[in-house]
C-alpha cells in the first residue's frame, strides 16, 4: 500500500467519524421539529459526505 493511500485511508474513517458524530449532535436538535425538516436535513447530511471523500479518493489515487 502506498503511503499516500494509508494516509487517506486514516483521514477518511477519522474525518467520517467526526461528521457522524456532528451530524447526530446536530440531529438530536431536530426530534421535535417537523418530519419533513428532519428529512430534508438527513437527506442533505447524507449526500454530503460524498463530496470530500471523493476529493480524498482522487488525491490518494494519483
Do not use: E
Not at 446536530?26 to 471523500?53: K, M
Amino acid at each position: 500500500m502506498r503511503p499516500r493511500v494509508a494516509f487517506a485511508t486514516v483521514i477518511g474513517l477519522l474525518g467520517l467519524a467526526v461528521y457522524v458524530a456532528a451530524v447526530v449532535t446536530l440531529g438530536d436538535h431536530l426530534v421535535n421539529r417537523h418530519w419533513a425538516l428532519q428529512a430534508i436535513y438527513y437527506l442533505v447530511t447524507g449526500i454530503a459526505w460524498a463530496f470530500p471523500v471523493a476529493s480524498l479518493m482522487r488525491w490518494a489515487a494519483r
